[in-house]
């Protein structure tokens, strides 16, 4: 996204995080090191891909977005939307593609191209990917790219097919429910009398052996 050896700062708040440039003077070396190919001008970018890579072992799953076009309350609005379940942090793409790879993850060089940001997923990644979707359903300038869950890469069509799934908390309460509704009619049967248990299971028989027949 720029030119290498500027320098990238994050903001204080850990989450929200954007890049700054404030490199030097054309032609001017201002001594870094090395990593790979990608010369890492000073301490703070360093310590950007340093956050970076924590942020991606720390995730159990991340979406790779371009946001061209959106505007300051666009992005604070979409931060809200992923509150509690992701961070949206818009990332320089050097750095990315470094941090991915110490952390072992696998991003597309091809995907890390235009303005950048990434939704660190730590919480459901299903309700995740909603927000996401919807929110690129009303504002078209944000383009989902790419992403990875639990170290599988996904395309984009698999986040949005990950967005149809029922979110963990609904399944959980569907399986409640079940299991509730077994246990109240366990209860019941324990708890009346034997002429009316007896009855309850004949009937249940009944209907079992009618439907097999039917079948």
Same mark, same amino acid.
């Given at each position: *996204?720029? @030119?290498?050896? +500027? &320098?990238?700062?994050?903001?204080?708040?850990?989450?929200? /995080?954007?890049?700054?440039?404030?490199?030097p003077?054309? $032609?001017?070396?201002?001594? $870094?090191?090395?990593?790979g190919?990608?010369? *890492?001008?000073?301490?703070?970018?360093?310590?950007?891909?340093?956050?970076? &890579?924590?942020?991606?072992?720390?995730?159990?799953?991340? #979406?790779?977005t371009?946001?061209?076009?959106?505007? %300051?309350?666009?992005?604070?609005?979409?931060?809200? +939307?992923? +509150?509690?379940?992701?961070?949206?942090? %818009?990332?320089?793409?050097?750095?990315?593609?470094i941090? !991915?790879?110490?952390?072992? %993850?696998?991003?597309?060089?091809?995907?890390l191209?235009?303005?950048?940001?990434?939704? /660190?997923?730590?919480?459901?990644? #299903?309700? @995740? !990917?909603?927000?996401?979707?919807?929110? !690129?359903?009303?504002?078209?300038?944000?383009?989902?790219?790419?992403?990875?869950?639990?170290?599988?890469?996904?395309t984009?069509?698999?986040?949005?097919?990950?967005?149809?799934?029922e =979110?963990?908390?609904?399944l959980?309460a569907?399986?409640?429910? !079940?299991?509730k509704a =077994?246990?109240?009619?366990?209860?019941?049967? /324990? &708890?009346?009398?034997? +002429?009316?248990? %007896?009855? &309850?299971?004949?009937?249940?028989?009944?209907?079992?052996?009618?439907q097999?027949?039917?079948?």
């Amino acid at each position: *996204m720029t @030119a290498s050896g +500027s &320098t990238t700062s994050l903001a204080p708040a850990r989450g929200s /995080f954007s890049l700054r440039r404030d490199g030097p003077p054309p $032609g001017v070396d201002d001594g $870094g090191t090395t990593i790979g190919r990608i010369a *890492m001008a000073r301490p703070d970018k360093a310590a950007a891909v340093a956050e970076l &890579t924590d942020l991606f072992r720390e995730s159990n799953a991340a #979406v790779l977005t371009e946001y061209r076009g959106l505007t %300051v309350a666009q992005l604070k609005q979409l931060r809200r +939307s992923l +509150s509690g379940n992701a961070t949206y942090a %818009v990332v320089k793409n050097t750095l990315t593609a470094i941090a !991915a790879k110490e952390a072992g %993850v696998q991003l597309d060089d091809a995907d890390l191209a235009g303005p950048s940001a990434i939704a /660190f997923v730590t919480g459901d990644p #299903v309700e @995740a !990917a909603k927000g996401l979707r919807d929110f !690129a359903k009303a504002n078209p300038q944000l383009v989902i790219k790419a992403g990875v869950l639990d170290g599988r890469p996904l395309t984009a069509e698999e986040i949005n097919k990950l967005a149809d799934l029922e =979110s963990r908390e609904v399944l959980l309460a569907k399986a409640a429910g !079940a299991f509730k509704a =077994s246990l109240f009619g366990a209860a019941y049967l /324990f &708890t009346a009398p034997a +002429s009316k248990a %007896v009855r &309850t299971i004949d009937a249940l028989r009944e209907k079992q052996a009618s439907q097999e027949s039917a079948a």
